[in-house]
């Protein structure tokens, strides 16, 4: 049975989610398709650009992405605050950005005068666009609508494009955002069409790391690193960007040369700070995409309420 999206997603119960997008139809998202002999590799910049200039409008953050053939991942943290900070005309300049909007609002942004009721239809537009602007839902749709429509009018047929739902995951703390960022950064990795997370085309760990060799800060549309937890924490991913890098870079070694049980005992310091052995890791970083919320069993308890969720379907982490 479908479950509302409300039991999917709550702001209450976390800002940081993981998110899949699969195709529904034989072609290829991009790739190279043997039985048609046509090459869809073009489609993978077209993702990449729409997610990270609709993060730019948004008040969503991408903290990873990854491209594949016939799907893409995103963990995505919502950025309530910002949304709240935001003036009545930078939420509808941001949402015009990719979204037409009516005449009313069009005389607001001009400075016409507006009679009492045009005002307050105007600030209930307002409002819901600050909504959408958190929204997990209208993010995916503003991508899948976009990608849909130019592939289909470059193949030159009609039809869904993508599976009915995008599928979601709440990711509950710390251990959870990690795990799924890793999933998500190795999996051209894991899937053996890539030998190492700098080689990986069209991953936020990729563009992490050549931003890195550019010497820019951080790549444009992703979500920074803000080092790990302390007082005035700015925005951002509660790590140190180098400390994902080699937790990443090492476990893409250990599922990359399959050692059949035998685990690298040198094992990265992301890890103890996180309280991950490194034989529980690995099978949280490749098992973790199992049911609709990830956490502890501390985080899920505290949790379930919020996703209106009586009993837990999902991916139980170690406490320890």
């Known amino acids: 049975m479908t479950k509302a999206r409300s039991s999917l997603i709550s702001i209450e119960a976390t800002p940081y989610y993981h998110c899949v997008s699969r195709c529904v139809r034989r072609s290829f998202l991009c790739g190279y398709d043997e039985q048609a002999q046509q090459s869809y ?7 990449e650009k729409r997610l990270l200039a609709l993060a730019g409008a948004f008040c969503i953050d991408v903290c990873a992405y990854a491209i594949m053939s016939n799907h893409y991942h995103v963990v995505l943290h919502i950025n309530a605050e910002k949304a709240k900070t935001l003036s009545d005309v930078e939420v509808v300049e941001r949402w015009l950005a990719f979204h037409h909007g009516p005449a009313l609002v069009q005389r607001f942004m001009q400075g016409d005068e507006l009679s009492e009721a045009e005002t307050d239809r ?11 602007l958190v929204s997990i839902s209208w993010f995916m749709r503003l991508i899948n609508q976009h990608i849909a429509s130019e592939a289909n009018r470059e193949d030159n047929c009609t039809g869904h494009f993508w599976e009915g739902r995008f599928k979601s995951q709440a990711l509950l703390d710390e251990k959870a955002v990690a795990a799924a960022m890793a999933y998500v950064d190795l999996n051209p990795v894991r ?4 030998e190492a997370p700098e080689t990986s085309d069209y991953t936020s760990v990729k563009a992490r790391i050549d931003a890195i060799e550019s010497n820019q800060a951080s790549p444009a549309g992703l979500f920074p690193f803000a080092g790990n937890p302390r007082d005035s924490m700015p925005d951002g991913i509660p ?3 180098m400390d994902y890098l080699a937790l990443v870079d090492w476990t893409g070694r ?9 685990i690298d005992n040198t094992s990265p310091p ?4 996180l309280g991950f052995d490194a034989k529980s890791w690995l099978e949280t970083c490749t098992r973790i995409e199992q049911g609709s919320i990830v956490g502890t069993e501390t985080a899920i308890k505290t949790a379930l309420p919020h996703l209106q969720r009586k009993r837990f379907s999902g991916f139980r982490i170690p406490n320890h």
């Open 41 to 47: 590799e073009h489609r993978r910049s077209w993702i």
């Open 122 to 132: 105007c600030n209930e537009i307002i409002e819901e666009w600050r909504k959408r």
């Open 239 to 241: 790590f140190r960007l």
């Open 254 to 262: 250990q599922v990359r040369d399959d050692k059949h049980g035998h």
């Open 191 to 194: 899937a053996a069409i890539a």
């Open 270 to 273: 992301l890890l103890e700070r």
